[in-house]
C-alpha cells in the first residue's frame, strides 16, 4: 500500500513504531470547515503526527436522504503510534466531542465524519473496522483529496492493486457524471 521509501526506515517487524495512516474527513452542518480544522487539531493532540492536510472540496452528498445539504470534505495523512483500533477509538472521540452523537444514521448531515482510509500496508476486516475502507476506490470525494496527499499509496481491491491517482482516474473515466459533484473549495480554509 505504502512505498517502503515512505514508512521512516523502520525496521519491518517493529510494532512500537509509528505507522502511516490516512482519514477521510467529512462535515455538513454548522461550520464545516473549522469543524475539520478542530478534528485535525484534535488527531495531532491523540498522537496523529507528521500531518499533511489535503485541499478542501465542496461535494453533494452520496447516499443521503434528500435536502441533505453538501458536503465539505478533505484527508489527511500523518503517522500513528498505535493499534488501527486505537485510531478508530481516536476517531470515534472525536466525532462525539465534535458534536456527532454515537448513535447515528449513516444517512444524515453531520458535524463531523471521520473514516480511517489506510493503515500502512495493513488488509483488516473485523466486525468494527475494515482497512482499506471498503469504499475508498468507488468514492471521487474521498479519492480526491487523499490523491493530492498520498496518490502514490497503493490500494488493493478485488486482486488489482493501483495507485490512489490510478484508483481516481479509473473512476472519473468509469463515471464521468461523479467528477461535477466533487469542487475544489480553498487549500486549508477557515
Known amino acids: 500500500m505504502i512505498p517502503r521509501h515512505a514508512r521512516q526506515n523502520r525496521p519491518e517487524n517493529s510494532r512500537n513504531s509509528p505507522m502511516n495512516a490516512a482519514i477521510g474527513l467529512g462535515a455538513n452542518r454548522e461550520k464545516p470547515k473549522q469543524t475539520i480544522l478542530k478534528a485535525v487539531d484534535k488527531l495531532r493532540q491523540s498522537g496523529f503526527a507528521d500531518i499533511r492536510l489535503s485541499s478542501f472540496y465542496l461535494t453533494e452528498p452520496e447516499d443521503c436522504r434528500p435536502g441533505t445539504p453538501d458536503f465539505v470534505n478533505a484527508a489527511v495523512v500523518g503517522l500513528w ?21 454515537a448513535e447515528h444514521a449513516k444517512d444524515e448531515a453531520r458535524t463531523i465524519d471521520l473514516d480511517i482510509l489506510m ?5 483488516l476486516h473485523t466486525e468494527s473496522l475494515r482497512v482499506p475502507h471498503p469504499l475508498l476506490t468507488e468514492r471521487l470525494f474521498v479519492l480526491t483529496p ?17 495507485s490512489v491517482k490510478e484508483w481516481k482516474k479509473t473512476l472519473k473515466t468509469n463515471n464521468p457524471d461523479a467528477v461535477g459533484k466533487v469542487r475544489f473549495l480553498c487549500t486549508v480554509c477557515g
Do not use: H, M, T
Not at 503510534?81 to 481516536?90: I, R, V
Not at 493503515?119 to 488488509?123: E, G, M, S
Open 81 to 101: 503510534p498505535a493499534s488501527p483500533e486505537e485510531l478508530l477509538a481516536a476517531c470515534r472521540k472525536i466525532e462525539r466531542e465534535l458534536g456527532r452523537p
Open 119 to 123: 493503515f500502512d500496508d495493513q488488509y
Open 146 to 162: 487523499l490523491s493530492e496527499i498520498a496518490g502514490d499509496w497503493i490500494v488493493g481491491k478485488n486482486g488489482i492493486k493501483k
